[in-house]
Antibody, heavy 124, light 111 residues
Framework: QVQLVQSGAEVKKPGASVKVSCKAS????????MHWVRQAPGQGLEWMGW????????NYAQKFQGRVTMTRDTSISTAYMELSRLRSDDTAVYYC?????????????????WGQGTLVTVSS | QSVLTQPPSVSGAPGQRVTISCTGS?????????VHWYQQLPGTAPKLLIY???NRPSGVPDRFSGSKSGTSASLAITGLQAEDEADYYC???????????FGGGTKLTVL
């Protein structure tokens, strides 16, 4: 069965960086994009970007360009999202999400599997 | 301010029918991009409820249905049950932003 297991909660100071991992199992990791979505406390969902685990290609939301880096390690089927220059309003739960359809279909905009979420708290 | 606009809250009694709207523009829903819906129970990750405007993934009850017209989409829930109490989000793609976008979310209360 498909599983996305994320790393544990983090507490960071303003200006620091955080790297969240998402380990995939139960499917071919390189066959599906991986997206990242975040949710601030009591707020809605916010799309951050995606990585193509096969090629390493990425696409980031304009809001996060220059601060976010998405990478992957295919040998351990794990995707990473690193956010730098953290601010207090980056406090949120960060989710990885796998699209329903594989890379080969060229359509990857709806997500049928999600990680459990990683709470990142930014506080001085 | 979300690109897709949803009502902050809706409510209904058990057994009733409720609808949740998702209003976009000519650069997203109106441009023909698909709308997807997610259900998020408190403290859990979102769950795909409707994909491609009106399709239900396996395991989603047929009490949930989706539709799309023009620059808007709707999620309908019939035979409301207590366990439907959750937050609901619509999602699409915006060509002017070249990004995926979510609605602000709607909290459904079962009275």
């Amino acid at each position: 069965q498909v599983q996305l297991v994320q790393s544990g909660a983090e507490v960071k100071k303003p200006g620091a960086s955080v790297k969240v991992s998402c380990k995939a199992s139960g499917y071919t990791f390189t066959g599906y994009y991986m997206h990242w979505v975040r949710q601030a406390p009591g707020q809605g969902l916010e799309w951050m970007g995606w990585i193509n685990p096969n090629s390493g290609g990425t696409n980031y939301a304009q809001k996060f360009q220059g601060r976010v880096t998405m990478t992957r390690d295919t040998s351990i089927s794990t995707a990473y999202m690193e956010l730098s220059r953290l601010r207090s309003d980056d406090t949120a739960v960060y989710y990885c999400a796998r699209p329903r359809r594989p890379i080969l279909t060229g359509y990857h905009r709806d997500f049928d599997y999600w990680g459990q979420g990683t709470l990142v708290t930014v506080s001085s | 301010q979300s690109v897709l606009t949803q009502p902050p809250s809706v409510s209904g009694a058990p057994g009733q029918r409720v609808t949740i709207s998702c209003t976009g523009s000519s650069s997203n829903i109106g441009a023909g991009y698909d709308v997807h819906w997610y259900q998020q129970l408190p403290g859990t990750a979102p769950k795909l409820l409707i994909y491609g405007n009106s399709n239900r993934p396996s395991g989603v009850p047929d009490r949930f249905s989706g539709s799309k017209s023009g620059t808007s989409a709707s999620l309908a829930i019939t035979g409301l049950q207590a366990e439907d109490e959750a937050d609901y989000y619509c999602q699409s793609y915006d060509s002017s932003l070249s990004e995926g976008v979510f609605g602000g979310g709607t909290k459904l209360t079962v009275l």
